[in-house]
């Protein structure tokens, strides 16, 4: 029997949207993250006793630019209210997944930093007094390796083609420029030199990932233990003076680094004027081609047709595109700017080569690949992010607050950290690392 049909309805309570399994630890991963900065950073407050510390907006004093005295406490609870209010966030859960939770990260990582430098400084028992510096510069001049690994990674895996080699390639690019740039007594032919070496690399890479459909992954691993083993190989054949007194000569007297190019008027901006404007070719480089890599992908034909065949490339052939063609175009790009950014190991910083001179920085290249979400603007924040932690080696080796060693591996620990703990579920490009055979 049917009910009336002007019978009461009974009231249902509203429901809870569903959360999955990764929204929820992603929750817990923000607020263990949070509360653990939070609460050193409150530590780090409470256990000043001196709030005055030197701050200098300058890599080095002179006559124009001297440190000045201030109350750095200050600075150290506004860091305090930002980590709280990133934790409050992230136990309500609305930290969105956006490009607004990466402002949120970067506020909340440039807090911490702040509040650690101040108290790292704070407190000093020596005779002489050092001084904080603007991390702006050597962070920029860290840079090169990174954000330009970085976009050869950004170029490769959107077309479809995972480079794991950009280790290799920075070192190869290293030890050529600084081979070429000494015989030819020009920067500028070791910076040239440095891109083709990478080409040469990333050229192999597609040899074996395109022509014979090795396993990606497989061919970067082994192109990086040949370019470490070769490198050192080669440098350990150069003659010394009693073998050939003319070639160890020419080798050893190498041109100096790249030279900072003053930008006038631009460098007397405040804090970021001579750390932007005051800054080797390199560097000025690796600042621009972010928005060169970002125009070429998204607004170029061709960038559609690399975007196409990393997420479709059976469609994309359908319709007429080449696909092995733009991979191979897209990976010896990504090999010229990682090799580029290789030579700041030699041209754009020493006078020689050091044995495993990139020092793992490529795969901290292709950490910020992933944590950027495979974007060129996101690679290259995540990027200055690790540039900023290895700058730490040298903004903070005046002091020993804190063990060195420590300090040393801090760019490592921060990739660990910002990599599991950040990026949360992240999805490459669909054909990433599949080698494609026409029908």
């Known amino acids: 029997m049917s009910a009336p049909a002007d019978a009461p ?65 200050r600075l150290v609870w506004i860091a305090l209210v930002i980590c709280a209010a990133a934790l409050v966030a992230a136990v309500a859960n609305v930290i969105p997944r956006n490009a607004w939770s990466a402002v949120i990260f970067g506020a909340v990582g440039l807090a911490f930093y702040m509040a650690f430098t101040i108290w790292y400084y704070a407190d000093q028992t020596g005779v002489v007094e050092s001084w904080i510096v603007n991390p702006l510069p050597s962070t920029l001049k860290y840079c090169p390796p990174l954000v330009l690994g970085a976009l050869a990674g950004v170029i490769c895996e959107r077309a479809g083609v995972i480079n794991i080699a950009i280790e290799a390639q920075l070192l190869m690019g290293a030890f050529f420029g600084w081979v070429i740039a000494a ?143 733009v991979r191979w175009q897209a990976i010896t790009l990504g090999g010229a700017l990682a090799g580029l950014g290789g030579a700041f190991f030699t041209v754009g910083s020493s006078t020689t080569f050091n044995d495993n001179a990139s020092n793992g920085q490529g795969f901290m290249a292709l950490a910020a690949v992933i944590m950027g979400r495979w974007h060129p603007v996101g690679a290259t924040m995540a990027a200055l992010f690790f540039a900023l932690t290895a700058a730490m080696k040298d903004d903070f080796g005046l002091v020993t607050k804190v063990p060195s060693q420590l300090i040393a591996v801090a760019p490592y620990l921060a990739t660990l950290i910002a990599v599991a703990g950040f990026v949360g579920r992240v999805r490459p490009p669909a054909a990433d690392g599949e080698p494609y055979v026409k029908d």
């Open 183 to 325: 015989m030819a007594y020009s920067n500028g032919a070791g910076l040239v030199a440095a891109a083709l070496a990478g080409v040469v690399v990333a050229l192999v890479l597609g040899l074996f990932s395109l022509r014979y459909h090795v396993d990606q992954v497989v061919v970067g691993v082994v192109l990086i233990a040949l370019a470490l083993g070769l490198t050192t190989f080669l440098k350990g054949q150069i003659p010394t003076p009693e073998e050939n007194k003319d070639l160890s000569t020419l080798l050893s007297d190498s041109p100096d680094p790249l030279a900072p190019i003053e930008i006038p008027g631009l460098s007397s901006i405040p804090v970021i004027g001579r750390a932007l404007f005051n800054q080797s070719i390199l560097v000025y480089i690796a600042l621009l081609a972010p928005f060169v890599v970002w125009f070429l992908l998204y607004q170029t034909r061709w960038g559609l047709r690399v975007r196409a065949v990393g997420e479709h490339p059976k469609a994309a052939d359908t319709v007429g595109i080449r696909v092995n063609r």
């Open 9 to 73: 309805v009974a009231a249902t309570a509203p429901t809870r949207p569903v959360r999955d399994r990764a929204d929820k630890l992603r929750q817990l991963k923000l607020v263990v993250t949070f509360g653990l900065v939070t609460a050193l950073v409150l530590w780090m407050a409470l256990s000043i006793d001196d709030p005055n510390v030197l701050y200098l907006n300058a890599p080095l004093p002179d006559k124009d630019h001297q440190p000045e005295a201030f109350n750095g406490l």
